[in-house]
């Protein structure tokens, strides 16, 4: 079983940047398609951005599309996900994902690993 885990929530005002951090000990990492998914109140658990085994390919969901970044360093084993221009409507707990399959998937049920989350709440 691949572990992840996730840090760098937390409560920050409309406007400023975060970053949220996913390390693993997986060995194959490198193997893996990586992303972010993120669970609002009252809201399916959607995708935010996911990122190829190389990092050359990246995807992101139109709601955070210039706003967010996802990269990865296969040699510390580690994913970010950089948060600028935060507002309210980000408030949610993040989740960092990954799959073998070489293929990112837009669909929470493409993906076989998940951390546990970690919660990024912005308000006033």
């Known amino acids: 079983q691949v572990q992840l885990v996730e840090s760098g929530g937390g409560l920050v005002q409309p406007g400023d940047s975060l970053t949220l951090s996913c390390v693993t000990s997986e060995r194959d990492f490198g193997d893996y398609v990586v992303g972010w998914f993120r669970q609002r109140p009252d809201y399916e658990r959607e995708f935010v951005a996911g990122?190829?085994?190389?990092?050359?390919?990246?995807y992101y969901a139109d709601a955070v599309k210039g706003r967010f970044t996802v990269s990865r360093d296969n040699t510390r084993r580690t994913v970010l996900l950089q948060m600028t221009n935060l507002t309210p409507g980000d408030t949610a707990v993040y989740f960092c994902?990954?799959?073998?399959?070489?293929?990112?998937?837009?669909?929470?049920?493409?993906?076989?690993?998940w951390g546990q989350g970690t919660q990024v709440t912005v308000s006033a």
């Open positions: 994902v990954a799959d073998r399959t070489g293929r990112v998937r837009f669909n929470r049920h493409g993906w076989d690993f």
């Open positions: 990122l190829s085994e190389s990092g050359d390919n990246s």
